[in-house]
């Protein structure tokens, strides 16, 4: 590896936002691939992104800014993508040169809607990218607490721990602690199906459920993402871990999540299309709940997952939320 490591974000929002941030408190220099080209003009004068996580303020002179992703390709030795997993496939297909030998790290806490895949299997697959340059950062961890600085953790994953430290180092600071695990696959479908347990949340805020409820909820999810896991990839983990259940409980309540405010409006009779024309962010979960549910369906040996089937119902196949949760409750203990 490379002495001088030269490390570049791509996407701009506020997850992306954050990790610039972050990096910029260990790096002279900073790479940043944004596609809103008015976005980079406004943050090359005002010092801080128009639209996500204002209240940052960057020196303009650490970071290397450009909206084409062949220019920032060519620029960096590390790749991390933070553009929504809905958008990804529609930026890689700008691409004119190679990702080879490129360390690539996913922030984006989804599935490729056009693959099915997780992000991580997808630059494998499609990119021919070894597992070992390829690595997963999860939280529990919102971009808005790292804009106002508080304490936060974040977990690395990567097969290669050399390359997994590389980054915690660079990504770590006196408000971000950072823990490392070999378990990409693990934390990569734990961070997308905890998008999908906190719109599960979010739409029984919404039709009134109180916290009481909201615990059954999230301890059934825990126990729904572990045999979920198990079944895509056997290994021994501990779903307990910060990783796992921090990140799910982090999502589940916090009022920062996109995917319970997503939930939550559907829950009070937002249609699908509607909620997500009001938000100005996308959730995630959205997309993760189809995939997660086709997958589990090719499962050789079923998994229970009332959760996952719950929201799939109300999202995919328009059925009655209040209706749809009345019958979950007799399915959780």
Known sequence: MKKDVKFAVLGGGSWATAIVKM???????VGWYMRNTDAIGYLKIQKHNPNYLTSVEFKTEQLFLT????????????????????????ELEKLTISLE???????????????????????????????????????PCHAEEVAMERLSY????????????LIAENLSSNFIKTKITKD??????????KNIYAIA?????GLGYGDNFQSVLMSNAIREMKRYTKRIHKIDRNINQSAYLGDLL????????????????IGKGYTVKSAQMEMSMVAEGYYATKSAYQIKNDFKKKVKTPIIDAV???LYENKNAKKVFAALTEKLD
């Open 23 to 29: 990096l910029t408190a260990n790096q002279d220099m």
């Open 154 to 165: 974040l977990t690395i994953a990567c097969a290669d721990p050399k390359k997994a430290k």
């Open 101 to 139: 030998d490129k360390i690539i790290f996913s922030a984006i806490k989804g599935i490729v809607p056009e693959t099915g895949k997780i992000v991580g299997e997808h630059f494998h697959d499609s990119y021919d990218i070894p597992f070992e340059n390829i690595g997963v950062i999860t939280g």
């Open 184 to 193: 990409i696959i693990g934390t990569e479908y734990a961070a997308m199906l």
């Open 250 to 265: 982090v999502t589940g309540y916090s009022t920062f999540s996109r995917n319970r405010m997503f939930g939550n409006m």
């Open 312 to 314: 799939y119902e109300v």
């Open 67 to 90: 909206d084409n992703i062949n220019e920032i390709v060519a620029y960096a030795d590390v790749l991390i993508f933070a553009i929504p997993s809905a958008f990804l496939m529609e």
């Open 201 to 205: 949340a979010g739409i029984a805020h």
